[in-house]
């Protein structure tokens, strides 16, 4: 049983390796298969259909977004919890400006396919937006959803901006920006 989960696991891992990199158009079941190490025939045993490893990539993003909000909320301050924050999303400069967000370019992708797990990929965004409003207030509160709007979108669109350009750089120092900003609104 191991093996069969290993093969799994290292297929899951290409295809989000081979997404983040290449986009889902150009991911194919063959070239995940090959970064895998996985016989092309093999892949069916384990996921049926494109879709069926692509809704895994997304149930592994959401987990790894769960882990890693729940370790900045370790933190014992709403300015230190958003800083912690920032932090996380200041790592892997460089992979973000080469190949930007992936979870980013999911929802875009699978929105424009009109594709059912556009819901499950848009999800991990309202996750987030979700946790930045109650480090803002109450999460109900008007004004908290607003500044977790605003946060996150600066996030994203610094990511958006660092990718374009492919300067890292840049990222870097509209985060350190976001965190003044956000020390203001505290």
Request: proline letters at 3%.
């Amino acid at each position: 049983m191991a093996r069969r989960s290993n093969k799994r696991a290292a297929l899951v891992v290409a295809a989000r390796e081979a997404f983040h990199e290449l986009g889902l158009k150009r991911s194919t079941l063959a070239v995940i298969a090959k970064r895998a190490g996985v016989p092309l025939g093999n892949v069916y045993y384990y996921f049926k259909t494109k879709d069926d490893l692509l809704a895994a990539v997304i149930a592994e993003l959401r987990e790894e977004h769960d882990a890693r909000l729940a370790a900045c909320a370790e933190a014992e301050t709403p300015l230190a919890q958003l800083r912690a924050y920032l932090a996380w999303r200041s790592e892997r400069l460089e992979t973000q400006a080469r190949h930007g967000n992936l979870p980013a370019a999911l929802a875009q992708d699978l929105a424009r396919e009109e594709s059912a797990l556009a819901v499950d990929a848009g999800a991990l965004f309202e996750q987030e937006r979700s946790w930045l409003a109650a480090r803002f207030g109450e999460p109900g509160e008007g004004r908290a959803a607003r500044l977790a709007e605003e946060l996150h979108c600066a996030v994203l669109g610094a990511q958006v901006a660092a990718h374009a350009s492919g300067d890292p750089s840049l990222l870097r120092r509209r985060l350190a920006a976001l965190d003044a900003w956000a020390a203001a609104r505290l």
